[in-house]
């Protein structure tokens, strides 16, 4: 009886230490998980703090040298600085320096271009966002369009991020006709998880911005 007693206790003792071990290994998991979030969004903070001050202190520093007297490239500049500067407010995670890099060649060049991230790449991982956006600065490589639109899909969409350029048409508009773009390129990039060749009928046009 004093055996039965006695290995029902250490049943008991051994279940609760089991327990109160599975209990702490998930909490130092989501402990763990919540660090690595915090570290990802901190680098990804400087990250664009980075940008931002590679992108304005050149220009800020000749705007106080010459007493805000600048000439007509400069004045250029300074709105392509604002553009990029408001990127990093509507752009989020559709930036990394590959197409930071893209998006400013195209800038200098006298394109518009409109980067908005609807929230369609906050749950992708790291290294595949990445992949997305490389993919999208080497498709931005040979466009010479007069308007570029970047667009991150809608969170559940099966569109990670969708790209169009387009131009006027320069006949229809000498003619003072309203024929609307000619669109150069028009590509939307899959969602890693989602297939490529399944219909997106949610997804939505890029160009509606």
Known sequence: MVLVIGGLMMHRALHRVTEATRVAAAAERETLARRAELDASQQERHARLRAAHRDSAPLLRRIIDE?????????AECRVVEQTLRDEIRGRLLLNEATRDAILRHRRRGAVVQVLDDGGLDDVPADEREALLDEVAELLGPVRSRRIVIRAAQPRSRTAISLVASSP???AAALGLDTGDDVDLWVSLPRPSASASAPDPAAADPRDA
């Not at 007493?67 to 004045?75: F, K, M």
Request: zero cysteines.
């Open 67 to 75: 007493g805000g007297d600048l000439d007509a490239a400069a004045r």
């Open 169 to 171: 048409d320069e006949t």
